[in-house]
């Protein structure tokens, strides 16, 4: 097996270093020079980060598997480890992970590991061809980083639409002061599923970026025309709707909508919702006791859905929200979109109960079961009334004491501006379409040591879960530390972070098919 020596790969990219945007062939006479991913600066800040000293050994193999989703449904992927949610990583805050990622898919199939809402040294963040060079096919890379800073965390590709495949699983970082007191905890990972059941994530993009307003997908891949109707509401099959006697549920394009989302709520309608790799008609099932407290931390690992989720019976207690403490709020329900993740307390009651993941906007859901005590299975269609119930968006949360940033005014301002269409396919950031042969082309430029405002505007019509790689950023004033967060459509959010991690980091929608269009851009630090 050839292996990818890291340093040559590192040295490849530090020698681009300053003078990238040179390498494009551009006339750099008015155009800035970016800091390396792995260049001193880097280095100097990853020595700053507290460490345990302990070190995690790990391997992730990349490769084709045959997954069983419960239900007699069983689906050709890939997958991380053969196994969908791929094995946790678990560690604690300071300790340093050694994962060596091999890739085992076939062709010439390149992948990378991106992890996710983990502030750490530029070159190891997994995102090709800006930190990295993609990991080829036969071949390994070892990712090597300290993670000081614990909370609920994911790991996935960062190529092409990768991450609607079963290439992710959890890491948790557990704070070695845990303030939080509870019995128990249960990893909760959502995800919409399409693969290997009447399409690929791949057909779904190819249909999608022909654009809405010419074509429809059938749920086996081919095309038809549209109809005259709205591009979101075509007229192919329902998603939860069988293509035969005995088939499996198709997919759609368009159609979902949701007021609570400002309108259309994704692009595509999936066949299953899964909750911990399986469906809801053979469920994945935590036991525990009678009055125990239970610290759930919910993972949206999906690519097109927001999940509404609610335990059947019980008020959930938001304590974090992407890994940062919050001030505690109760709810009935909580809005989680792809790439969020939030953890909350609840007191469980005695007997069986549904966890469900309402897949927003697209009358379909995922569900789980708890169960404390005697009971039958709940109908895999429940909708308990808690998803009716009190939520509390992001913005409606306060930042801890503890992780609130110091008020002060910005040192720069920096405007996003969403735009693109469905119609089109043509999603971007400040008009410009992120292209990974030209990565460095339009930066959105910070330099260390400054306090940035970041003002999302939403000019389209759709909702997008906005992304930063290798930092948190703050909502408002007071609002809670985030890496990924809602923005509505035709609305504005203001965003700040400290710019305190040098490097090339991305900023994108965290829909998968929005960011494979190009809804992308480069945070660069300045040299």
């Known amino acids: 097996m050839n292996s990818i020596n890291r340093r040559t790969v590192l040295a490849g990219l530090g020698a681009a270093g300053t003078g990238l945007l040179a390498a494009c062939g551009k006339d750099v006479s008015n155009t800035p020079s970016l800091l390396s991913p792995s260049g001193s600066q880097v280095a100097r800040v990853e020595k700053k980060r507290s460490g345990t000293g302990r070190v995690h050994s790990l ?23 053969g196994q969908v949610p791929g094995k946790e990583i678990r560690i604690s805050a300071g300790d340093t992970i050694a ?44 990712y090597r980083f300290v993670a000081d800073k614990p909370g609920t965390y994911f790991f996935h590709p960062h190529v092409g639409v990768q991450v609607d495949r079963a290439m992710y699983a959890p890491l948790i970082i557990e704070d070695p002061r845990e303030p939080l007191s509870y019995d ?16 690929t994530p791949d057909d779904v993009f190819a249909a999608l970026s022909h654009g809405m307003s010419g ?9 038809r025309p549209a109809s005259s109707r709205h591009p979101s509401m075509p007229t192919s099959p329902s998603a939860s709707a069988p293509s035969g006697e005995g088939a ?8 979902a909508a949701s007021p609570l989302l400002g309108r259309d709520a994704g692009d595509v309608k999936y066949p299953y919702h899964l909750i911990n790799g399986r469906v809801p008609t053979d469920p994945a099932v935590y036991s525990g006791k009678h009055g125990s407290r239970v610290r759930l931390r919910i993972i949206n690992a999906g690519a097109d859905t927001a999940y509404r989720v609610a335990l059947g019976g019980h008020r959930l207690t938001i304590t974090h929200t992407d890994g940062f403490p919050v001030e505690h709020e109760e709810v009935d329900t909580l809005l989680v979109a792809m790439g969020e993740r939030y953890d909350v307390l609840v007191t469980l009651d005695d007997g069986v109960f549904p966890l469900v993941a309402l897949a927003e906007g697209k009358d379909v859901s995922g569900m789980a079961m708890v169960r404390t005590g005697s009971g039958s299975l709940p109908d895999p269609a429940v909708r308990p ?19 609130r940033l110091e008020a002060k005014e910005p040192d720069q301002v920096l405007r996003v501006k969403l735009t693109g269409s469905m119609g089109a396919y043509d999603w971007a950031l400040n008009g410009h379409r992120f292209d990974m042969a030209d990565p460095t082309a339009n930066p959105l ?10 003002d999302f505007v939403n000019a389209t019509n759709m909702w997008h879960p906005m992304h930063l790689h290798g930092h948190t950023y703050q909502l408002g004033d007071t609002g809670p530390r985030k890496d990924t967060a809602i923005v509505l459509p035709r609305s504005k959010m203001s965003v700040a972070f400290d710019a305190d991690n040098p490097g090339q980091w991305m900023l994108h929608c965290h829909n998968a098919y929005h960011s494979e269009a190009g809804m992308m851009a480069l945070v660069a630090y300045g040299a």
Do not use: C, Y
């Not at 430029?445 to 970041?454: A, H, I, K, P, T």
């Open 248 to 255: 499996p549920p198709r997919f759609r394009l368009g159609g």
């Open 184 to 199: 128990d905890e249960w990893v909760v990972v959502l995800d919409d599923w399409l693969d290997g059941v009447t399409g």
């Open 99 to 142: 994962a060596e990622l091999s890739n085992q898919l076939p062709g010439a199939t390149t992948t990378s590991i991106h992890w996710h809402g983990i502030s750490l040294r530029g070159d190891m963040d997994g995102v090709p061809p800006v930190t990295q060079a993609p990991v080829r096919a036969g071949s390994n890379f070892t």
């Open 215 to 223: 074509m429809n997908m059938k749920g086996d891949g081919s095309r």
């Open 59 to 81: 391997n992730v193999t990349a490769a084709p598997a045959t997954l069983d989703l419960g239900g007699g449904v069983r689906v050709n992927s890939w997958a991380f480890g």
């Open 385 to 403: 009334g808690e998803l009716d119930g009190r939520t509390v968006t992001a913005g409606q949360l306060r930042a801890s004491d503890g992780v």
């Open 445 to 454: 430029l910070v330099q260390e040591g400054r306090r940035v405002r970041l």
